[in-house]
Structure formats: structure tokens, C-alpha cells
């Protein structure tokens, strides 16, 4: 396969691009006074402009500063609080005529040329004797005769990449298909559920209503009963009514025949004995009849008027019979009363014959006038039946209206309940349709539901078939980046370069321990021997040196490491002095935490959401991490001495990565992973010399792929780690190369740094 040159492909901005020039390399000194160099990388201006303040940034510098800094970026100088907004910079253009018209000197080694600060520029980019920059964006300033093998050695491990790229896009589009597909089954699932919801809903609306019409049914077949039982009663109750009235009618009758012959036998009596006689006792036998005819009279219009109040309906027709069986017995009562009368009356017939001979003749007129009273009285006794007589048919004439209306009520009644009868059986015909329609419909449902439930079987083993190629493709994408992780870092195996050497001057250490690398590519490194940080760029050029040795601000006593924060502040913690500082990239002084905290070694800088900016610090002896405020505060203190879970022996070098820390664990041979609050998740690494095997682990770094970089002390290598299942990836460097390692950092393009610090320099991969 062809390898495409660098042009014809969207190569991103070389991480070189420049931010001032090296004051060595202008033959005037003067050139080398602060108001030459820029306030932020300290290097002779490059395209000068300035602030509102005066103050003079190289373009690169001052643009990073404002992009970092949004919304509102301040000056870099410490006492100065201008606000650097791009409407109010200025170009520097006499400035930066004057700078192009200096003389400058090549600093490539055995190099003699020398010309204007405008031809530097070009020269550079042709000088035998120089270096190069990676086209692919590596850090690694490579010399030009080796650049040909460095660039086939970048363009393979792009292919690599670019076909890992494609591949996950083909995956990103498989997920967003898996993405569909789920929302459909999920919209068939939801339908499949409104649907039986329905049918639950159509069994219980058609249990209601079989129910409903059963109910009707009874009804019915209640009302029918109660029809018979109302024409029954009103037979019964008319039957009654009719046989009292000829029962009392008869009554009458005989009454009248018994007052008609005592008024006969009355006119015969002659003599004035037996006018006496029956003056004394039938007369009041007569009247006896009269009082008990008259009770029974008031008793029978009682009982009539009480029949008056008698109702159409089932109990009002119950309570006429049984008034109707009362009247009865009154009646012959009444009888037997006449009957008692009416021997009384031929007992007092008896009498007066037996007195008959007795009365004088000269009595007859006396006599008469006593029968004509008497007669009178039975006239009007006779008027008074009379008259009880009409009122006793005229109660009957009106109970019989009230029968006929009754009996006209039960007929509408029964009316009322056939009418009810047909309007149920039209509501049973109904329903029974209806249980017809949701019969048929509950059939589609359940043949949607079937419907449904094959299709979500086939959507689920399409989903499953898509999981299962999503799943070899990311294993093959995973093998096949782990495979380009691996060739990179054998690549770099024997492709590592080194600064610095053993000395306190100015490209020189002492012991170097902890590395950092800021956003704009600044290297920082804690110079444990000679009690300071040393500065550099990215291929090794000496900044400048923060620090002397002391207790007092901004002096340290063997620092050990060094961290940036969100802020671009630097963090560094003190063995010696048993403290951390807190300063400026230009070495002024911010605060001190933690005095006389314990003999810390690492530290990590992270932000956490209630918290703001805070520091985790390692202590070696106490066997512990301790998580303080960037204001001072200590927030926690996790780990005890031991080998457990949790427990440390030696912890040292630490890192934060995506809301987790991870601490490096010496004399127990392994990294340990935390919540940001001290709570253990997991651990990885044993003692021993084989790949994954780690011996006195001493620093950790994450490169720009998430992995995991531990160096290795007595193994002299560095070992890489996947950052999810913290699996052995690739091991690089011998004894040849590190000597005791300590220190790692990775650029944000890949180069490793580690703090060789058996040789007393840097060593770069």
C-alpha cells in the first residue's frame, strides 16, 4: 500500500509551532532584556503584541492565554489584573521589524550559519544538522537524515489508526441502527401492552354485562310471579266483597221480615194486661233490638269506612280481604242477634197471650195509643235500617269502584312489566351482539398481539445479530488498537532521545523526580537534589529555574513532584520541608499547605463539584492519601499501612482520570484505584518481572488513548495498562536506556518522558 505524503492529508497543526525564540541565539545581549522577551514563555518575542497594560506576549502565547482563560483572561504578571480582551491589543509592528532586522546564529550543533532573524526562520527548516517535526503530529523533534525511517515508521501506525477510525464509525453507525431497532421494539412492546389492556378491558365490559343481563332475567321472571300473585288477589278480594254485601243484604232482609211481624203481632194485643205486658217487655225487648241492630249498623259503617282507604296495590288488596273476613263475622254476629231478638220477641208474645184475659176492655183506648207509639217507633227503627241500608250499598257501590280501579292499575302495571320485558330482551339481543363484536374483536386483537410478539422475536434476534457483529467489530477494533498501541510503543522502543546531565547549572539535575506537562506544552520537572523546579520545552530547551533551597515562600527542600491546575497554577510537594507550595508559572509565590503534613512524595491535582480545585497528596510514611483544598483545608484522609485492600505500604506516585485516582503502591507491588472519596474499587499488578508484573513501581501517567504508563524501578521499563480492565498492553525500555525510573509524563501527541534518574536526565520516547 501506498504511503500518502503529509500534504495530502488533514495533518492537524504541528504542536511545535513556535512561541518566541531561544535568547541564545542573538549576537547582541541586549536582545536578552525583559523587554524583549514575552511575559509568558520568556523566550525573545515572536509577532509581539501587547496588552492594555504594556505588558508584551508573543501572538501564540497571548492567544492560548485568552482561549484557556474564557470568558475573562487576566495578565500573566502577578501584581497586574488588566483583563486581555482582543479588541484592545495591540500589534507590535516596530517591535517586530526591529527583532527581524537582528543578527542570529544557528544553534543545530556545528552549524555556522548565521543571518537576519527573518532568514532564521527558513533556515531552519533546511539546515543539514537540524531537526524535524513529525508531519504526523509527533513531539518528537527527529534528525533529518533519520526522518525518512521516522516518517514510514508514523505512517504505518496512522493507517493503523485511520482503518480503527473508519471501523468505529461502522460502529457508531451499527449502534445508532441497534438504537432504532430498540425504539421500535419498544414501541411494539407498548402497543402489544395497550392491546391487552384493551382485551382486559373488553372481558371485564362483557362480564358486566352477561351479569347485567342475568339480573334481568330475574327481574323478569319476578314480575311475572308477581302479576299472577296480584290477579289472584284481586279474585279473592272481589269474591269477599261481593259475598259480605249479599251476606249483609240477606241480614237486612231478614231484620225487616222480624220488625214486620213484631208490628203485626203489636196490633193484635186487646186487652190492657198484655198492653202492659208488652209495654214492660217486649217494648224493651224491641228497643234491646233496636240498640243491637244499631251497633251492628255503626260497626258495619265502621268497617265500610275504613274499606274506603283500601289501595290498588298488593298489601291494600291483603288488607281489603281481611277487613273484608272482619265485616263477615260482623254479619253473623248481627244475626245471631236478630236471631236472640227475635225469641225474645216470641217469648214476649207468649207473655201478652198469657196476659190476654187479663186486660179490661175500657183499657183499648190507652192500649192503642201505646201501639201507635210503638209503631212509630218501629217506623222510624225501619227509616233508620233504611237508611243504613242506603249508606251501606252506596260504600259498597264506591269499594266497588276502587276495586275496578285497582283492577285497572294492575292492568297497567302488568303493562308496565311485559313493556319492561321487551326493553330487556331488546338490551339482551344488544349485548349479546356486542359480545358478538368484541368476541371478534378480542380474535384481532389476539391476532395483532401474535402478529406483534413475531415481530419483536425477529427485531430481538436482529438486535442480538447486531449486538453480536457490534461486539467481534469492537473486539477486532480493541485488538486492532491495541495491536497499533503496541507497535507504537515498540517503535519507540529504540527510538528514545535524552537532555540533561548530572550537575546543578542550568540543563543539568540532580536526582530527577516527578515531570509535568502543562496544556501549551511546557515541561516541569522537580529537581529533587538541586531543590528546584526546572522548566523546559517539549524537545528539552532550558526556560528557566523556580526555587532555591530553603523553608522559606517559593524556597523548597527535596520537591518530589510537581502538578498544574485548572487555574495554571503549579503545585509541588516538599520532602524535605514536609509541605506543599503553591505558585505561579513565572515562580511567584501563591500559598503553603499542609506544614508538617509528613514526608509526601506525589501529587495530583483535580477539581471536584463541591469543592473547586483540590490536591491529593501521597504520604510515603504515614502510608496514606490526603485530600486538601487549593484555600488549604484538609477534606480526607483514606489508607493505613498494610497490604490489603485500601492499605498501603509505600504509596507514591499518584493521577487523577475521569473522576477516579489512581495511587502507585511501592513495596506492595501494585496500583490501586479510588473514588475521588477515598472509597476502593479495585487493584491491579503482583511483584514479579514479568509483562503486567510490576517491581517498585514508583510514578503513573495517562497518554492521549486513556492508557495507563507505570514506571518500574528495579525492572527499569515502563509498563502500559488499558484504563478500563487495567490489562498488560506493551512493555519499553531496559537497563540500557533507564536506570532506576521514576518520573513519567506523556505529551498531549504521545512522546513519553521519564525522569531517568539512575543517569541524572530525561530520557523521551
Same mark, same amino acid.
Given at each position: 500500500?501506498?504511503?500518502?505524503?503529509?500534504?495530502?492529508?488533514?495533518?492537524?497543526?504541528?504542536?511545535?509551532?513556535?512561541?518566541?525564540?531561544?535568547?541564545?541565539?542573538?549576537?547582541?545581549?541586549?536582545?536578552?532584556?525583559?523587554?524583549?522577551?514575552?511575559?509568558?514563555?520568556?523566550?525573545?518575542?515572536?509577532?509581539?503584541?501587547?496588552?492594555?497594560?504594556?505588558?508584551?506576549?508573543?501572538?501564540?502565547? #497571548?492567544?492560548?492565554?485568552?482561549?484557556?482563560?474564557?470568558?475573562?483572561?487576566?495578565?500573566?504578571?502577578?501584581?497586574?489584573?488588566?483583563? #486581555?480582551?482582543?479588541?484592545?491589543?495591540?500589534?507590535?509592528?516596530?517591535?517586530?521589524?526591529?527583532?527581524?532586522?537582528?543578527?542570529?546564529?544557528?544553534?543545530?550543533?556545528?552549524?555556522?550559519?548565521?543571518?537576519?532573524?527573518?532568514?532564521?526562520?527558513?533556515?531552519?527548516?533546511?539546515?543539514?544538522?537540524?531537526?524535524?517535526?513529525?508531519?504526523?503530529?509527533?513531539?518528537?523533534?527527529?534528525?533529518?537524515?533519520?526522518?525518512?525511517?521516522?516518517?514510514?515508521?508514523?505512517?504505518?501506525?496512522?493507517?493503523?489508526?485511520?482503518?480503527?477510525?473508519?471501523?468505529?464509525?461502522?460502529?457508531?453507525?451499527?449502534?445508532?441502527?441497534?438504537?432504532?431497532?430498540?425504539?421500535?421494539?419498544?414501541?411494539?412492546?407498548?402497543?402489544?401492552?395497550?392491546?391487552?389492556?384493551?382485551?382486559?378491558?373488553?372481558?371485564?365490559?362483557?362480564?358486566?354485562?352477561?351479569?347485567?343481563?342475568?339480573?334481568?332475567?330475574?327481574?323478569?321472571?319476578?314480575?311475572?310471579?308477581?302479576?299472577?300473585?296480584?290477579?289472584?288477589?284481586?279474585?279473592?278480594?272481589?269474591?269477599?266483597?261481593?259475598?259480605?254485601?249479599?251476606?249483609?243484604?240477606?241480614?237486612?232482609?231478614?231484620?225487616?221480615?222480624?220488625?214486620?211481624?213484631?208490628?203485626?203481632?203489636?196490633?193484635?194485643?186487646?186487652?190492657?194486661?198484655?198492653?202492659?205486658?208488652?209495654?214492660?217487655?217486649?217494648?224493651?225487648?224491641?228497643?234491646?233490638?233496636?240498640?243491637?241492630?244499631?251497633?251492628?249498623?255503626?260497626?258495619?259503617?265502621?268497617?265500610?269506612?275504613?274499606?274506603?282507604?283500601?289501595?290498588?296495590?298488593?298489601?291494600?288488596?291483603?288488607?281489603?280481604?281481611?277487613?273484608?273476613?272482619?265485616?263477615?263475622?260482623?254479619?253473623?254476629?248481627?244475626?245471631?242477634?236478630?236471631?236472640?231478638?227475635?225469641?225474645?220477641?216470641?217469648?214476649?208474645?207468649?207473655?201478652?197471650?198469657?196476659?190476654?184475659?187479663?186486660?179490661?176492655?175500657?183499657?183499648?183506648?190507652?192500649?192503642?195509643?201505646?201501639?201507635?207509639?210503638?209503631?212509630?217507633?218501629?217506623? @222510624?227503627?225501619?227509616?233508620?235500617q233504611q237508611s243504613i241500608t242506603d249508606k251501606t250499598q252506596q260504600q259498597f257501590g264506591a269499594l266497588s269502584q276502587r276495586l275496578e280501579k285497582g283492577e285497572q292499575d294492575t292492568t297497567?302495571?302488568?303493562?308496565?312489566?311485559?313493556?319492561?320485558?321487551?326493553?330487556?330482551?331488546?338490551?339482551?339481543?344488544?349485548?349479546?351482539?356486542?359480545?358478538?363484536?368484541?368476541?371478534?374483536?378480542?380474535?384481532?386483537?389476539?391476532?395483532?398481539?401474535?402478529?406483534?410478539?413475531?415481530?419483536?422475536?425477529?427485531?430481538?434476534?436482529?438486535?442480538?445479530?447486531?449486538?453480536?457483529?457490534?461486539?467481534?467489530?469492537?473486539?477486532?477494533?480493541?485488538?486492532?488498537?491495541?495491536?497499533?498501541?503496541?507497535?507504537?510503543?515498540?517503535?519507540?522502543?529504540?527510538?528514545?532521545?535524552?537532555?540533561?546531565?548530572?550537575?546543578?547549572?542550568?540543563?543539568?539535575?540532580?536526582?530527577?523526580?516527578?515531570?509535568?506537562?502543562?496544556?501549551?506544552?511546557?515541561?516541569?520537572?522537580?529537581?529533587?537534589?538541586?531543590?528546584?523546579?526546572?522548566?523546559?520545552?517539549?524537545?528539552?530547551?532550558?526556560?528557566?529555574?523556580?526555587?532555591? #533551597?530553603g523553608s522559606g515562600n517559593a524556597e523548597f527542600k527535596d520537591p518530589t513532584d510537581v502538578a498544574v491546575d485548572d487555574d495554571g497554577d503549579l503545585v509541588v510537594v516538599e520532602y524535605g520541608?514536609?509541605?506543599?507550595?503553591?505558585?505561579?508559572?513565572?515562580?511567584?509565590?501563591?500559598?503553603?499547605?499542609?506544614?508538617?503534613?509528613?514526608?509526601?512524595?506525589?501529587?495530583?491535582?483535580?477539581?471536584?463539584?463541591?469543592?473547586?480545585?483540590?490536591?491529593?497528596?501521597?504520604?510515603?510514611?504515614?502510608?496514606?492519601?490526603?485530600?486538601?483544598?487549593?484555600?488549604?483545608?484538609?477534606?480526607?484522609?483514606?489508607?493505613?499501612?498494610?497490604?490489603?485492600?485500601?492499605?498501603?505500604?509505600?504509596?507514591?506516585?499518584?493521577?487523577?482520570?475521569?473522576?477516579?485516582?489512581?495511587?502507585?503502591?511501592?513495596?506492595?507491588?501494585?496500583?490501586?484505584?479510588?473514588?475521588?472519596?477515598?472509597?476502593?474499587?479495585?487493584?491491579?499488578?503482583?511483584?514479579?518481572?514479568?509483562?503486567?508484573?510490576?517491581?517498585?513501581?514508583?510514578?503513573?501517567?495517562?497518554?492521549?488513548?486513556?492508557?495507563? #504508563?507505570?514506571?518500574?524501578?528495579?525492572?527499569?521499563?515502563?509498563?502500559?495498562?488499558?484504563?478500563?480492565?487495567?490489562?498488560?498492553?506493551?512493555?519499553?525500555?531496559?537497563?540500557?536506556?533507564?536506570?532506576?525510573?521514576?518520573?513519567? @509524563?506523556?505529551?498531549?501527541?504521545?512522546?513519553?518522558?521519564?525522569?531517568?534518574?539512575?543517569?541524572?536526565?530525561?530520557?523521551?520516547?
Amino acid at each position: 500500500m501506498a504511503i500518502k505524503p503529509p500534504g495530502s492529508m488533514p495533518w492537524r497543526k504541528s504542536p511545535f509551532q513556535r512561541k518566541g525564540y531561544p535568547p541564545e541565539i542573538f549576537q547582541d545581549e541586549n536582545f536578552r532584556e525583559k523587554k524583549y522577551l514575552c511575559s509568558h514563555c520568556h523566550q525573545v518575542l515572536d509577532q509581539p503584541r501587547s496588552g492594555p497594560c504594556g505588558h508584551r506576549y508573543c501572538r501564540l502565547c #497571548l492567544e492560548d492565554r485568552i482561549d484557556r482563560m474564557r470568558p475573562t483572561a487576566e495578565c500573566y504578571w502577578k501584581d497586574c489584573q488588566a483583563v #486581555l480582551k482582543p479588541a484592545k491589543l495591540v500589534d507590535e509592528k516596530d517591535l517586530a521589524n526591529e527583532l527581524e532586522e537582528q543578527t542570529v546564529k544557528c544553534d543545530s550543533g556545528p552549524c555556522e550559519w548565521s543571518g537576519s532573524l527573518r532568514d532564521y526562520v527558513k533556515h531552519e527548516e533546511e539546515c543539514q544538522y537540524g531537526y524535524s517535526c513529525c508531519p504526523f503530529g509527533c513531539d518528537v523533534k527527529t534528525p533529518r537524515p533519520r526522518i525518512s525511517r521516522h516518517y514510514k515508521q508514523h505512517a504505518l501506525l496512522h493507517q493503523d489508526l485511520q482503518t480503527a477510525e473508519q471501523q468505529t464509525g461502522v460502529i457508531d453507525q451499527l449502534k445508532t441502527e441497534v438504537e432504532k431497532v430498540q425504539h421500535d421494539v419498544d414501541a411494539m412492546q407498548k402497543s402489544q401492552a395497550a392491546c391487552k389492556k384493551d382485551v382486559t378491558v373488553v372481558r371485564t365490559e362483557s362480564t358486566r354485562l352477561s351479569r347485567s343481563v342475568q339480573k334481568l332475567h330475574a327481574e323478569q321472571l319476578k314480575s311475572v310471579a308477581t302479576k299472577g300473585e296480584l290477579d289472584a288477589t284481586r279474585q279473592d278480594s272481589t269474591q269477599s266483597v261481593l259475598d259480605l254485601k249479599n251476606e249483609m243484604i240477606a241480614a237486612m232482609e231478614e231484620s225487616n221480615a222480624v220488625l214486620t211481624q213484631h208490628a203485626e203481632q203489636l196490633k193484635s194485643v186487646a186487652t190492657k194486661g198484655e198492653l202492659d205486658a208488652t209495654r214492660q217487655h217486649p217494648t224493651q225487648s224491641v228497643l234491646d233490638l233496636k240498640h243491637e241492630m244499631t251497633a251492628a249498623m255503626e260497626e258495619k259503617n265502621a268497617v265500610l269506612t275504613q274499606n274506603l282507604k283500601i289501595t290498588a296495590t298488593k298489601d291494600e288488596l291483603a288488607a281489603v280481604s281481611k277487613e273484608a273476613t272482619r265485616v263477615s263475622k260482623s254479619v253473623l254476629e248481627a244475626k245471631h242477634g236478630a236471631a236472640a231478638a227475635m225469641e225474645r220477641s216470641n217469648e214476649a208474645l207468649a207473655q201478652m197471650e198469657a196476659l190476654k184475659r187479663d186486660i179490661p176492655s175500657t183499657d183499648y183506648t190507652a192500649v192503642l195509643a201505646m201501639l201507635t207509639e210503638i209503631l212509630s217507633s218501629v217506623d @222510624a227503627l225501619t227509616a233508620s235500617q233504611q237508611s243504613i241500608t242506603d249508606k251501606t250499598q252506596q260504600q259498597f257501590g264506591a269499594l266497588s269502584q276502587r276495586l275496578e280501579k285497582g283492577e285497572q292499575d294492575t292492568t297497567a302495571a302488568c303493562q308496565r312489566i311485559v313493556e319492561m320485558q321487551n326493553q330487556t330482551n331488546t338490551t339482551v339481543r344488544q349485548l349479546q351482539e356486542q359480545n358478538a363484536t368484541t368476541s371478534t374483536s378480542i380474535g384481532q386483537l389476539l391476532e395483532e398481539q401474535q402478529d406483534t410478539s413475531d415481530k419483536v422475536s425477529r427485531v430481538s434476534a436482529a438486535v442480538t445479530t447486531i449486538q453480536q457483529v457490534q461486539s467481534d467489530m469492537r473486539s477486532d477494533l480493541e485488538g486492532k488498537i491495541a495491536g497499533a498501541t503496541q507497535n507504537h510503543y515498540r517503535s519507540i522502543h529504540n527510538n528514545s532521545s535524552s537532555f540533561g546531565s548530572k550537575g546543578n547549572g542550568r540543563e543539568q539535575f540532580t536526582n530527577p523526580y516527578g515531570i509535568t506537562i502543562s496544556n501549551d506544552g511546557t515541561v516541569f520537572i522537580a529537581d529533587f537534589g538541586n531543590h528546584r523546579v526546572k522548566i523546559t520545552t517539549l524537545d528539552g530547551t532550558y526556560i528557566r529555574d523556580i526555587g532555591k #533551597l530553603g523553608s522559606g515562600n517559593a524556597e523548597f527542600k527535596d520537591p518530589t513532584d510537581v502538578a498544574v491546575d485548572d487555574d495554571g497554577d503549579l503545585v509541588v510537594v516538599e520532602y524535605g520541608n514536609r509541605r506543599l507550595q503553591v505558585l505561579h508559572q513565572d515562580g511567584s509565590y501563591v500559598k503553603t499547605i499542609g506544614n508538617g503534613m509528613g514526608e509526601s512524595h506525589g501529587v495530583a491535582a483535580l477539581s471536584l463539584p463541591q469543592h473547586g480545585i483540590c490536591y491529593a497528596v501521597t504520604d510515603l510514611y504515614d502510608h496514606c492519601v490526603r485530600v486538601f483544598t487549593k484555600g488549604g483545608r484538609q477534606l480526607n484522609k483514606f489508607g493505613t499501612k498494610g497490604s490489603g485492600p485500601g492499605q498501603f505500604n509505600g504509596p507514591q506516585g499518584i493521577i487523577s482520570s475521569d473522576g477516579r485516582l489512581l495511587v502507585v503502591d511501592i513495596y506492595n507491588h501494585r496500583i490501586q484505584v479510588f473514588t475521588t472519596d477515598g472509597n476502593f474499587i479495585t487493584m491491579f499488578g503482583s511483584e514479579g518481572e514479568s509483562d503486567g508484573q510490576l517491581k517498585h513501581p514508583r510514578y503513573i501517567a495517562e497518554d492521549r488513548h486513556g492508557h495507563f #504508563l507505570v514506571t518500574e524501578e528495579y525492572n527499569h521499563r515502563v509498563q502500559v495498562f488499558t484504563s478500563d480492565t487495567f490489562s498488560h498492553v506493551a512493555t519499553f525500555g531496559s537497563r540500557s536506556c533507564l536506570s532506576h525510573p521514576n518520573g513519567i @509524563a506523556v505529551s498531549p501527541s504521545g512522546t513519553v518522558y521519564v525522569s531517568n534518574w539512575g543517569k541524572d536526565c530525561i530520557t523521551m520516547f
